[in-house]
Each structure stands twice: as C-alpha cells, then as structure tokens.
C-alpha cells in the first residue's frame, strides 16, 4: 500500500476483554515499531520488528501485551484482559532501516476500554 | 531514562505570526526528532538533528540544536493554519536509534 495502514481505526472493548491491533507496513520496510500514546502524552515506544523478531520488546508494559509478525511484513499487537488504563492510541510505524528519522506513522487505532 | 520538555503546552497565534516552540532534555541528545500531530493522524516526520549548533529548515519551520545538544528548537515564520497541529519532539538514548523517548507536545493553534 500507499502508506502504514492500521486496522481498526477505533475499537471499544469490555474490559477483561482481548483485543487484536493490526499493522500493514509499507511494502519492503524491514523495520516495524509499536507506540502507545496517551491523551495528552507523546508517544511511548512498546516494541521495535527487524523483520520477524522482535529486536527489542523492553517498552511492553506487562504480559498482557504480546505484538507477533510471522512474516515479516504484518504486525498484530495482541492485548489480553484488557484494563481501562490500557486505552489509548497505538501507533505503528515501519521503516527501510531501523532509523526512526525514516519511519513513517500509521494514523493509529484509537482502543477504549470500557 | 531521558526525559524530554516541551514548551509551551499550547499556543494560540494569528496567521501571518512567527512562534517558537522549545525541547530540553535532561541529557544530552544524540539525535533530536520534530514530529507534526494532527488528531486522528499519525506522525508527519518534520527534522532531525544531530550536531551541535545544527540548524535546519523546511519551507517556513526552522529547527534549530544547541551547541551543548540539550536544547532544541522550532521556529515558523509566519504562520498560516495548516501550521495547526501538534508539534513533538522526539530524542533516540544513543545506539537505539529506533526507540524514540518522546516529549508531550506542544498544541498550535492558528487563528485566521
């Protein structure tokens, strides 16, 4: 595709519930980041993807969360039991490199727990 | 850990206005990021910085690094309201530059 596209734009859950949070990097982008950003707060890294590892997961606040890509190509950022605390934007974006002066954003999906 | 501040929180200026918006952080930056926000978007990659005293500029936003690489900072030059927007800078911890400890943002306002 054009552009980082994550899936859904918005998504409200009980909580308790588990949520799946999908990212489509830019075709040939190696490198895939996670943040989360919280109202008014800038964005926090979670993990960063070198193709289908996870190169470094130091950012993933607990157990609950888990971010997988087989492939090396789509990401899903997996949360379980969610908690109200856990709302929030997450916003992927990926790269060529590792650089984050080349990542390009995805617009984020916006998760509500309510 | 590195801790990124901003200022101001907000701003509100009339199109036509210059503004300055300030990052410090509490260490040295190896590498300084402005982003742009707009709500409901992601981040729109802006500048990066790296040496000291480094100036760079893009179309009417000049960003700028200090000598001592603690403090950065964004100028527009007569502002117009697709200006508006969050603004956020961003700093890679030096060997990790693909995590990115970010500030909270400063919100532009621009009034036509």
């Known amino acids: 595709g054009a552009g980082v596209s994550q899936t859904p734009s918005n998504k409200v859950t009980e909580k308790g519930k588990y949520v799946e949070l999908r990212c489509d990097p830019i075709?040939?982008?190696?490198?895939l980041y996670w943040y989360r950003q919280s109202l008014g707060q800038g964005p926090e890294f979670l993990i960063y993807?070198?193709?289908?590892?996870?190169?470094?997961d130091s950012g993933l606040p607990n157990d609950r969360f888990f971010a997988v890509r087989p492939e090396g190509s789509v990401s899903t950022l997996k949360i379980q039991r969610t908690e109200r605390g856990d709302s929030a934007v997450y916003l992927c974006?990926?790269?060529?490199?590792?650089?984050?002066?080349?990542?390009?954003f995805g617009q984020g999906t916006r998760l509500t727990v309510v | 850990s590195q801790e990124l501040e901003q200022s101001p929180q907000s701003l509100i200026v009339q199109e036509g206005k210059n503004l300055t918006i300030n990052c410090t952080s509490s260490?040295?930056?190896?590498?300084l990021y402005w982003y742009k926000q707009k709500y409901g978007e992601g981040l729109i990659f802006l500048m990066m910085?790296?040496?000291?005293?480094e100036e760079k500029s893009h179309e009417k936003i000049t960003a700028k690094l200090d000598e001592k690489k603690q403090q950065s900072s964004l100028h527009i030059t007569a502002s117009q309201p697709s200006h508006a927007g969050i603004y956020l800078c961003?700093?890679?911890?030096?060997?990790?530059?693909?995590?990115?400890?970010f500030g909270k943002g400063t919100l532009l306002t621009v009034n036509p």
């Open positions: 974006a990926s790269s060529f490199r590792g650089e984050s002066t080349e990542a390009f």
């Open positions: 075709s040939g982008h190696t490198a």
């Open positions: 993807f070198q193709g289908t590892g996870a190169a470094d």
């Open positions: 260490k040295t930056l190896y590498g």
């Open positions: 910085l790296q040496k000291g005293g």
């Open positions: 961003g700093a890679d911890s030096g060997g990790s530059n693909y995590k990115l400890t």
